[in-house]
Nanobody, 126 residues
Framework: QVLLVESGGGLVQSGDSLTLSCAAS????????MSWYRQAPGKEREMVAH???????IYGDFVKGRFTISEDHAKNMLYLQMNRLESEDTAVYYC????????????????????WGQGTQVTVSS
């Protein structure tokens, strides 16, 4: 299993910056990629940013250069630096990991799986 715990959300004003953190634990050697998603009331969940060795960095079209996804692999941490926040960015932000199961040593096995954090609320006032 992979356990994801987000932190860093809060209430900010339009134009402010905020950095979200995601702490991963469990079968972390078998994580293939990590992402940030968000879901606002009445809207579908959408990808904010993705990071993996195979795909590099991918951002949602709405990001428009404002956000940066990064990781500290040694610490199993994922970050989302958000700048110039807008009221439209108000949502629950979720950490996501694509992974497999960890076996003996560092062997990864099983079908592709995914884990989600519980989310952290970001509210941008205008």
């Amino acid at each position: 299993q992979v356990l994801l715990v987000e932190s860093g959300g809060g209430l900010v004003q339009s134009g402010d910056s905020l950095t979200l953190s995601c702490a991963a634990s469990g079968d972390t050697p078998c994580i293939n990629g990590m992402s940030w998603y968000r879901q606002a009331p009445g809207k579908e969940r959408e990808m904010v940013a993705h990071l993996s060795n195979s795909r590099g960095e991918i951002y949602g079209d709405f990001v428009k250069g404002r956000f940066t996804i990064s990781e500290d692999h040694a610490k199993n941490m994922l970050y989302l630096q958000m700048n110039r926040l807008e009221s439209e960015d108000t949502a629950v932000y979720y950490c996501h990991a694509d992974h497999r199961k960890l076996g003996s040593g560092t062997i990864c096995y099983g079908p592709p799986d995914a884990s989600w954090g519980q989310g952290t609320q970001v509210t941008v006032s205008s």
